[in-house]
């Protein structure tokens, strides 16, 4: 298995359809940048602090509490 199931999102080649005009199937960048997100350069340590630091900051988020609230009285999610 490959690591955080990076393969399972790699389409193969033949199964781009060529010609096409949207912007996620010119060059080589897609890949590259679900590389990036996925952030394949770092340790599993380095990931999960990272991680931490992310729900950490989006806790303590003015938009979070409010896109909360807004879930909440439009959808009653909580």
Do not use: W
């Amino acid at each position: 298995p490959s690591p955080r199931g990076l393969r399972s999102c790699q389409p193969p080649r033949s199964s781009l359809p060529a010609g096409s005009q949207l912007p996620c199937f010119h060059g080589s960048s897609t890949i590259r940048n679900l590389k990036e997100r996925f952030h394949m350069n770092m340790t599993e340590e380095q990931l999960q602090v990272l991680i931490e630091q992310m729900v950490d900051g989006s806790m303590r988020s003015i938009t979070t509490k409010l896109y909360d609230g807004f879930q909440y009285l439009t959808n009653g999610i909580m």
